[in-house]
């Protein structure tokens, strides 16, 4: 399970509704405005439960912030994200940023924190940032050209991208945070809770999406044989907890789409979903992300990703199979490459 894109500061402006496909939804959107502009297609479609009562709330806090933080906003992002509101906008003193303002749901609890601990490690910069709630606030960089890895190179260039990207991210919470005041930057809450950064272990997201795919599987949603969806979710809990290397933080959410293109060759990485753990799980989701490819060959696309990484062969794979398990049914491929690989002999 991978939640949707929060959005990110890219281009391609455009405040007309539409829908999709691009095409205009009636006209002008007529619905309410944030910042004087129409509501993202995809957040204003959004059915996660909660975010009905968030988004009705959102336009009283963007316009807050702006006001406090001396921000004039521009047209936001479209499509956008499916669980923030993203927008190009100029400080008091012209300056070009980005705000992001975000439905903190679980998976994205930590988002802030991991980026304050991997500054200067190729994630877009952060000027200011506040936690509030159930309301994650970034002002960021504005990443120019600021055009996704998914448009831009082959298939196989994008996986040496990904692999340069996550090899500077991972490191111990501990090493990263001790030479930034993380409190500060990530914004003391308004209930006076302490904002020091204490990211979950990988364990703990593990279990969670195992159970969800275990009720998807009772509920008779999977396509795999019960052997295998018994063996491949008990490996999916078992993985993290027998990893015996380093823990380093992860961005758990690393793929093409999340990553822009700055200048002199700089890639950007935006919206992380940070947990601590074994990095062999970092690589999977840019190979969910390239599906023809994944249903096709698992076993060489999992063997090129860790012969790129330097990380273990056999023990990727079983992540694969794992993961493939969890999500089959979910994700195009998945049921495929979980059946491939298990016929291959990992286990």
């Known amino acids: 399970m991978s939640e949707p894109s929060d959005g990110g500061p890219g281009e391609a402006l455009d405040p007309i509704a539409r829908d999709a496909s691009g095409q205009e939804l009636g006209g002008r959107h007529t619905g ?8 993202p297609e995809l957040l204003r479609s959004g059915s996660a439960p909660g975010l009905a009562l968030w988004r009705a709330r959102l336009p009283e806090v963007v316009d807050e912030i702006l006001d406090r933080w001396e921000l004039r906003a521009e047209a936001p992002f479209q499509p956008g994200g499916s669980s923030a509101w993203v927008a190009p906008v100029r400080s008091a003193d012209g300056d070009e940023r980005v705000l992001k303002v975000a439905w903190a749901h679980d998976e994205a609890r930590d988002e802030a924190a ?6 200067g490690r190729g994630v877009a910069r952060i000027h200011r940032s506040e936690r509030r709630g159930e309301t994650s606030v970034l002002l960021l960089e504005r990443v120019r050209p600021g055009t996704p890895l998914a448009e831009l190179l082959t298939w ?37 809770e302490d904002a020091r950064p204490s990211f979950r272990p990988l364990s703990q997201m593990c279990s969670w999406w195992a159970d969800e795919a275990q009720q998807r599987a009772d509920d008779d949603l999977s396509p795999l044989p019960k052997d295998l969806v018994s063996h491949g979710l008990q490996l999916f809990r078992d993985l993290p907890l027998e990893w015996d290397g380093e823990d380093v933080l992860l961005a758990t959410d690393l793929h093409p789409s999340n990553v822009l293109a700055g200048q002199g060759g700089r890639w950007v990485l ?20 390239d599906p023809d490819r994944l249903q096709a060959a ?8 860790a012969e790129l990484s ?3 062969r056999d023990r990727l794979r079983r992540w ?19 059946r491939s690989l298990a016929d291959a002999g990992v286990e």
């Open 320 to 338: 694969m199979l794992a993961r493939c398990v969890q999500e089959a049914g979910v994700l195009p491929g998945a049921a495929e490459a979980a």
């Open 156 to 192: 196989p260039e994008r996986d040496v991208v990904i692999v340069e990207v996550a090899r500077r991210l991972w490191a111990p919470p501990t090493e990263l945070l001790g030479g930034t005041d993380a409190v500060a930057m990530t914004g003391a809450s308004s209930s006076g």
């Open 310 to 312: 330097g990380l273990d």
């Open 298 to 305: 698992p076993g060489p696309f999992v063997d090129r990703m």
């Open 32 to 39: 309410p405005l944030v910042a004087g502009f129409p509501v």
């Open 114 to 119: 991991g980026m304050v601990a991997w500054q």
């Open 270 to 289: 935006i919206d992380p979903k940070p947990y601590v753990g074994d990095p062999h799980y970092d690589l999977l989701q840019h190979m969910f992300n």
